[in-house]
């Protein structure tokens, strides 16, 4: 019996848990329940149900698991491939030997989109992570697929196919704003940004965007968002406190903003914090 394993299937896993691992260091915690508690423990046995912080050494440890864990996919592609760096559709995991379609693209692609997830997943300054960030993670919950084939298109942001032959504007335009806003914390408070569009999580802060704290400093307090949003459309939004407790503070003061028509695809807003600020608890 043949035993065969294809490139791009294997690096998909191990892009995935890269992309996992990018986002727990962006978003600053994890969060292990009943139905993933089994992965965990396939990797690191004393894994409980619970929410985990950065900066704590539990937290560490797990992210360090599955990295370890996502390395052993790549270091098996490597071992697989032959010295003059071919990488054909499949392999026999037994002899090694190269398999069917040969200098397969998709196999070439699928190395290059887990390199860039690796070093997201690495890259040890926040800001550095916002800017390499997978765009399709931007939201803390993952739009939910419709449970049967529908004709119509499903919820998320594209950018029109003009290369393709689409009209500019065809199929909505998004422009990409950079919120900046100067807000002094203590060590364990994080400020989010919400507001009244999806890209925003509606004014439920169950899906409100985590700010990067990568340019903070004593001299700037600064927080950083970095969001596509529907292009000339006037948005309203506030900045939030998640105290330490996991408590909540609202800013006093309700903002507007009209972001950039299609054509200006880059903006950066500049604010500061107005409303109560948080003491450790």
Not at 1 to 17: G, H, P, S
Not at 124 to 151: H, K, M, Y
Not at 225 to 247: C, H, M, T, W
């Amino acid at each position: 019996m043949l035993t065969i394993t294809r490139y791009l299937c294997t690096l998909a896993v191990a892009e995935q848990l890269y992309d996992a691992i990018q986002q727990w260091r962006a978003r600053h915690n994890l969060f292990i329940t009943d139905v993933d508690l089994p992965f965990w423990h396939d990797i690191y046995p004393s894994a409980r149900v619970g929410q985990y912080n950065s900066g704590t050494r539990s937290f560490d440890a797990l992210v360090n698991a599955a990295m370890t864990y996502a390395d052993g996919f790549v270091n098996l592609v490597n071992s697989k491939i032959p010295a003059n760096g071919s990488i054909s559709e499949q392999f026999n995991r037994n002899t090694s030997e190269p398999l069917s379609a040969r200098d397969l693209t998709w196999s070439y692609a699928s190395y290059v989109t887990m390199h860039e997830a690796r070093k997201a997943a690495m890259t040890l300054t926040a800001a550095a992570r916002e800017r390499i960030q997978v765009a399709s993670w931007g939201s803390r919950q993952a739009n939910t697929p419709p449970s049967v084939c529908v004709g119509s298109s499903a919820q998320g942001n594209y950018s029109a196919a003009t290369g393709a032959g689409a009209s500019p504007g065809a199929g909505g335009c998004f422009s990409t704003v950079t919120f900046n806003v100067n807000a002094s914390t203590y060590f364990g408070e994080n400020i989010y940004m919400t507001g009244n569009v999806t890209e925003l999580g509606n004014w439920d802060l169950g899906n409100a965007l985590p700010g990067n704290p990568g340019g903070y400093t004593a001299q700037r307090p600064l927080w950083s968002f970095g969001v596509d949003l529907p292009a000339g459309e006037p948005i309203s939004y506030k900045y939030v406190r998640q105290e330490d407790n996991g408590s909540w503070l609202y800013e006093t003061l309700n903002r507007t903003y009209t972001v950039p028509v299609c054509g200006n695809p880059t903006a950066t807003v500049e604010d500061a914090w107005v409303g109560p600020t948080g003491t450790p608890s």
